[in-house]
């Protein structure tokens, strides 16, 4: 499967991923924006300690196929109010609304990067005030 880079513009501008800085007693966290990755001038670097960090192309790809996931919950985001995940209780169970759901956990991946695995936590701001509600 090829790479994937042909998002909307809005959703590609709102999504970035950050990661913890690998460096020894370094404490920065690595932060950009996914849409950006794909440029031929990209680089994440460690606000704090500098250290550069080149994705290669198995890194890229699957941080590619995350944000189309991201687009596809976007645009399924119309019947969002009637989907729900079922969790099952003591006595029956109770529908959380998958809305609800997107707006109240973090969302991260976790990769090997650099021979470690890393976790990438996934940050999108709402399209609209209405998003999600």
Same mark, same amino acid.
Do not use: W
């Given at each position: 499967?090829?790479?994937?880079?042909?998002?909307?513009?809005?959703?590609?501008?709102?999504?970035?991923?950050?990661?913890?800085?690998?460096?020894?007693?370094?404490?920065?966290?690595?932060?950009?924006?996914?849409?950006?990755?794909?440029?031929?001038?990209?680089?994440?670097?460690?606000?704090?300690?500098?250290?550069?960090?080149?994705?290669? !192309?198995? *890194?890229?790809?699957? #941080? @590619?196929? %995350?944000?189309? &996931?991201?687009?596809?919950? =976007?645009?399924?985001?119309?019947? +969002?109010?009637?989907?729900?995940?079922?969790?099952?209780?003591?006595?029956?169970?109770?529908?959380?609304?998958? !809305?609800? *759901?997107?707006?109240? #956990? @973090?969302? %991260?991946?976790? &990769?090997?990067?650099?021979? =470690?695995?890393?976790?990438?936590? +996934?940050?999108?701001?709402?399209?609209?005030?209405?998003?999600?509600?």
């Amino acid at each position: 499967m090829g790479a994937m880079n042909t998002v909307p513009g809005d959703l590609a501008d709102k999504a970035k991923i950050d990661f913890g800085c690998f460096e020894e007693g370094c404490d920065g966290s690595v932060s950009f924006r996914l849409a950006d990755m794909n440029s031929r001038t990209f680089q994440a670097v460690c606000p704090k300690c500098h250290r550069p960090y080149e994705l290669d !192309a198995a *890194l890229k790809e699957k #941080l @590619n196929r %995350l944000l189309h &996931l991201i687009d596809s919950i =976007r645009e399924a985001e119309d019947i +969002l109010g009637d989907c729900y995940v079922s969790v099952n209780v003591a006595g029956g169970s109770v529908r959380v609304p998958y !809305a609800l *759901l997107l707006t109240r #956990l @973090n969302t %991260l991946i976790t &990769l090997n990067y650099g021979g =470690r695995s890393v976790d990438f936590h +996934l940050r999108v701001e709402p399209s609209s005030p209405e998003t999600f509600r």
